[in-house]
């Protein structure tokens, strides 16, 4: 959700009330709560014709600002307890409100990343693998930037290479951070790391750090670092790529072998490939695929992953951007 969207979802939710906010709020994930939460507390005067266009229902006439709740802080603190309970708001609030740090890997999610790379600095990298696996991909990465290259390559390794969290590692994390998990010695072995984990966190290290880190893991294990390449941009990921990118791609690959690669793919992916294209090559592409024949998976597979070469020379010349990399303008 972008900010504008943020702040309309702000804004109707601070209308409809406590109670039925509260219901909104409990389908929401965590990091939703959070941004949305944050959004709220912000928010303490609205335009009215900007209520207008989110509600549809306020009017008014005498005054250019409306006051949707008195105390904003107070309205927040009681529809996340609503939704949450006393617990998990308290986390929350502590977060949005105060900004004041609180312990445990739960509330590691709303902590600084720069704040979490300082506790962890003097952890064995094993550990810090283990807390990090269970943050978000954007989060984690940030909390690596504010690493030495050293630690930051050796725990991408160890999450690489990280297969599940047994209830005796998560003891560990119970001493190094005071709280962990409510039931953890209950837990059940989680998959949490291995390659796709790791290319989730690189892709948004930014290029410079992906490619150290990844040439660090590849002097280890070799298979393990391609595994990880093959990971960060699947053919699937094509539809994300902006026009400009599509086009360029068009240029670098014969229609043959992007005729059987789509084979494979979703409709969704195709019409991004024929809007991007003449009316005329469009067509013919329609055309040829639907004459084309089954195709054996190995061979669509081979072709997705010969493109998928294309994308990434190219993002490496600087021609395109892959994915989203915070504020670090960089490629993969």
Same mark, same amino acid.
């Given at each position: 959700m972008d900010d504008a969207g943020l702040e309309h979802a702000a804004i109707l939710l601070m209308a409809v009330g406590e109670e039925e906010a509260a219901e909104v709020f409990k389908y929401l994930s965590p990091k939703e709560v959070q941004r949305l939460g944050e959004t709220m507390a912000r928010l303490r005067t609205v335009p009215r014709e900007k209520i207008d266009d989110v509600i549809g229902r306020f009017h008014s006439t005498k005054e250019n600002q409306y006051s949707l709740v008195r105390d904003t802080d107070a309205?927040?603190?009681?529809?996340? +307890?609503?939704?949450?309970?006393?617990?998990?708001?308290?986390?929350?609030?502590?977060?949005?409100?105060?900004?004041?740090?609180?312990? @445990?890997?739960?509330?590691? +999610?709303?902590?600084? #990343?720069g704040t979490i790379a300082e506790l962890l600095k003097n952890e064995h990298p094993q550990i810090v693998a283990s807390i990090l696996v269970h943050l978000e991909r954007d989060h984690a990465s940030e909390v690596l930037k504010s690493m030495t290259e050293r630690m930051r390559n050796d725990v991408?390794?160890?999450?690489?290479?990280?297969? @599940?969290?047994? #209830?005796?590692a998560l003891q560990e994390l119970n001493e190094v951070l005071s709280k962990i998990l409510a039931g953890s010695e209950k837990l059940k072995k989680a998959t949490l790391g291995g390659a796709k984990a790791t290319a989730e966190i690189l892709n948004f290290l930014g290029n410079t750090l992906e490619t150290a880190a990844v040439e660090s893991i590849r002097e280890h294990d070799a298979d393990l670092a391609q595994k990880i390449l093959d990971q960060m941009f699947t053919f699937d990921n094509l539809n994300e790529l902006d026009d400009r990118a599509i086009q360029l791609l068009l240029r670098e690959i014969q229609s043959e072998s992007l005729i059987v690669a789509l084979k494979g793919s979703d409709q969704a992916l195709r019409d991004k490939i024929f809007k991007n294209m003449s009316g005329r090559a469009a067509e013919t592409l329609r055309e040829d695929l639907e004459a084309k024949g089954p195709v054996r998976i190995s061979e669509v597979e081979a072709e997705q992953r010969e493109i998928l070469k294309v994308v990434r020379r190219l993002a490496d010349e600087g021609q395109i951007q892959v994915g989203a990399k915070g504020g670090d303008d960089a490629f993969i």
């Amino acid at each position: 959700m972008d900010d504008a969207g943020l702040e309309h979802a702000a804004i109707l939710l601070m209308a409809v009330g406590e109670e039925e906010a509260a219901e909104v709020f409990k389908y929401l994930s965590p990091k939703e709560v959070q941004r949305l939460g944050e959004t709220m507390a912000r928010l303490r005067t609205v335009p009215r014709e900007k209520i207008d266009d989110v509600i549809g229902r306020f009017h008014s006439t005498k005054e250019n600002q409306y006051s949707l709740v008195r105390d904003t802080d107070a309205f927040v603190s009681q529809v996340l +307890k609503r939704a949450l309970g006393e617990e998990k708001a308290g986390m929350l609030l502590d977060r949005i409100l105060q900004g004041r740090d609180v312990s @445990g890997i739960e509330s590691l +999610k709303w902590m600084d #990343p720069g704040t979490i790379a300082e506790l962890l600095k003097n952890e064995h990298p094993q550990i810090v693998a283990s807390i990090l696996v269970h943050l978000e991909r954007d989060h984690a990465s940030e909390v690596l930037k504010s690493m030495t290259e050293r630690m930051r390559n050796d725990v991408l390794l160890r999450i690489a290479t990280l297969d @599940g969290i047994q #209830p005796q590692a998560l003891q560990e994390l119970n001493e190094v951070l005071s709280k962990i998990l409510a039931g953890s010695e209950k837990l059940k072995k989680a998959t949490l790391g291995g390659a796709k984990a790791t290319a989730e966190i690189l892709n948004f290290l930014g290029n410079t750090l992906e490619t150290a880190a990844v040439e660090s893991i590849r002097e280890h294990d070799a298979d393990l670092a391609q595994k990880i390449l093959d990971q960060m941009f699947t053919f699937d990921n094509l539809n994300e790529l902006d026009d400009r990118a599509i086009q360029l791609l068009l240029r670098e690959i014969q229609s043959e072998s992007l005729i059987v690669a789509l084979k494979g793919s979703d409709q969704a992916l195709r019409d991004k490939i024929f809007k991007n294209m003449s009316g005329r090559a469009a067509e013919t592409l329609r055309e040829d695929l639907e004459a084309k024949g089954p195709v054996r998976i190995s061979e669509v597979e081979a072709e997705q992953r010969e493109i998928l070469k294309v994308v990434r020379r190219l993002a490496d010349e600087g021609q395109i951007q892959v994915g989203a990399k915070g504020g670090d303008d960089a490629f993969i």
